[in-house]
């Protein structure tokens, strides 16, 4: 590192945050996407949305067959 580098107002922690806070992108596959695009912008809604609501479903149905 330089020495001309000063650090001396620098902020610890500016950019940190929490790995709870992060939020992780899911890529589809191209053919699950667009389909489920399609009814996003059938029902007006968002594809986050939807896909939140088809596997919150999902959960539930698993853990039916868990119990």
């Not at 590192?1 to 902020?11: G, I, L, P, T, V």
């Amino acid at each position: 590192m330089r020495k001309e580098y000063d650090f001396s107002k620098a902020e610890q922690g500016k950019f940190y945050r929490p790995v709870e806070e992060l939020e992780i992108p899911i890529y589809l596959d191209k053919r699950v996407k667009e389909f489920f695009s399609k009814k996003a912008l059938d029902k007006n809604i968002e594809l986050d949305k939807v896909i939140n609501i088809i596997l919150s479903k999902e959960m539930e149905i698993l853990k039916e067959i868990e119990a």
